[in-house]
C-alpha cells in the first residue's frame, strides 16, 4: 500500500503571496490531519479533516485554511504569507474512527521558505 | 490540557551502548501515548505506541516504552545503539476524543562509532 505523498516537497514564496499544498493519504483512510514543524515551536496541529468536514482545529489563525475532497486527499491553503510561516509542513492520515488510540501515518513534509 | 515533557533535547550514545529517552506526560485522564521516530528530510515514522492493554510496549527496530502511571512516564530504551538510531524522537499524547496530537519538543540521539 502507497504511503501518504505530499506535494510539492519543496516550495519558496515571498511575504503576501499565497501558497496552497496537497496531501494524498493512505488508501481507505479518511481522516487528514495537517500539522507546522519550526525549530522554534516544534510540531503544532493545524487542523484534521474527516468526510470533507473539518473535525478539530488547532490554535492558528484563519489565514491557514484546508478541504477535504470526496476521494478524501486534502488541501492546506496559507493566505498573505509571512517569514513566519516558513516551515515543514506535515500531513498525516488515518482511518478515521475518532479513536485518540488510532495511528497517524505521516507523509515526508513540504517545506515551504518563505522570502 | 495534555501535554508531553521530553527531557534531553539532545542525547549522545556510543555504538552499542544504551539508548535512554525520556519523556514525562501531564493528563488527567489515562492517556494515550506514542514515540515517533523521524529522520532528516522525512516525516514521523510511529515507533510505538502505549494504548493501555500492556505498560510494557515494544515497537520497531528494537525500541521499547514503559508506562509507569506513579511517575508519569513513558520512557524510551533500546538495549544497543546502532549508528542508524541517529534521528529525531518525539513523544506524544493523544487527548481522550480527537486527533489533535501534542508532540514534545523532541530530542536528537547522536550515535558515536
Known amino acids: 500500500k502507497a504511503g501518504v505523498t505530499q506535494t510539492p516537497r519543496y516550495l519558496i514564496k515571498t511575504r503576501g503571496q499565497q501558497v496552497t499544498l496537497s496531501c494524498s493519504p493512505i488508501?481507505?483512510?479518511?481522516?487528514v490531519s495537517w500539522y507546522q514543524q519550526t525549530p522554534g515551536q516544534g510540531l503544532q496541529f493545524l487542523f484534521e479533516y474527516f468526510s470533507e468536514t473539518q473535525r478539530n482545529k488547532g490554535n492558528f489563525p484563519g489565514r491557514f485554511s484546508g478541504r477535504q475532497f470526496s476521494n478524501s486527499r486534502s488541501e492546506m491553503n496559507v493566505s498573505t504569507l509571512e517569514l513566519g510561516d516558513s516551515a515543514l509542513y506535515l500531513c498525516?492520515?488515518?482511518?478515521?474512527?475518532?479513536?485518540?488510540?488510532?495511528?497517524?501515518?505521516f507523509g515526508p513534509g513540504t517545506r515551504l521558505l518563505v522570502l | 490540557a495534555q501535554s508531553v515533557t521530553q527531557l534531553g533535547s539532545h542525547v549522545s550514545v556510543s555504538e552499542g551502548a544504551l539508548v535512554l529517552l525520556r519523556c514525562n506526560y501531564s493528563?488527567?485522564?489515562?492517556?494515550?501515548l506514542f514515540w515517533y521516530v523521524q529522520y532528516p528530510n522525512q516525516g514521523l515514522q510511529l515507533l510505538l505506541k502505549y494504548t493501555s492493554a500492556a505498560t510494557l510496549v515494544k515497537g520497531i527496530n528494537g525500541f521499547e516504552a514503559e508506562f509507569k502511571k506513579s511517575e508519569t512516564s513513558f520512557h524510551l530504551t533500546k538495549p544497543s545503539a546502532h549508528m542508524s538510531d541517529a534521528a529525531e524522537y518525539f513523544c506524544?499524547?493523544?487527548?481522550?476524543?480527537?486527533?489533535?496530537?501534542?508532540f514534545g519538543a523532541g530530542t536528537r540521539l547522536t550515535v558515536k562509532p
Open positions: 498525516a492520515s488515518s482511518l478515521g474512527g475518532g479513536a485518540p488510540q488510532e495511528t497517524q501515518y
Open positions: 488508501s481507505g483512510h479518511r481522516s
Open positions: 493528563s488527567s485522564v489515562p492517556p494515550y
Open positions: 506524544a499524547v493523544s487527548p481522550y476524543n480527537n486527533n489533535d496530537m501534542r
